[in-house]
């Protein structure tokens, strides 16, 4: 079934426009707002810093393979995953003539560890990157 819809009448002072006064709003303040004041003012700069971590089939793997996993490699490691993400890479092989790592870049994560002798014989799949250890 079907109804009619009736003519819309215009409500009456339609057209009248009403001043607002504007709100009064609180600069940003606390402590928030400190932070992001300091922030928005502060130059460009990179801010977020690259851990790197071994899962325990990495930590397991270096152990067996000899590798000595010290600070110095950790900042190397960290370094190579920052690179690689600047390049857009998830998964690279951060490598020197002595040692591979392939890892996971968006989670900092070391997913397993060759040495030397292992590398001559594999083949590296499902990475991106590769990145040479400095």
């Known amino acids: 079934m079907i109804e009619r819809i009736e003519r819309i009448t215009p409500v009456q002072g339609a057209n009248q426009v009403e001043q607002v006064q504007p709100v ?28 790197v971590a071994f899962s325990k089939h990495a930590m397991a793997r270096a152990e067996e393979r000899g590798i000595e996993v010290t600070d110095t490699l950790m900042d190397q490691l960290a370094s190579s995953v920052e690179r690689a993400s600047a390049k857009g890479a998830t998964n690279i092989l951060a490598f020197d003539a002595t040692r591979a790592f392939i890892i996971n870049v968006p989670h ?23 990145v040479l250890l400095k």
């Open 108 to 130: 900092g994560r070391v997913i397993t560890t060759m040495s030397q002798e292992e590398m001559a014989e594999n083949i590296f799949t499902n990475i991106d990157g590769a």
């Open 24 to 51: 009064h709003r609180r600069e940003a303040g606390g402590q928030f707002g400190t932070m992001l004041r300091r922030e928005l003012e502060s130059p460009a700069q990179a801010t977020e810093s690259f851990a």
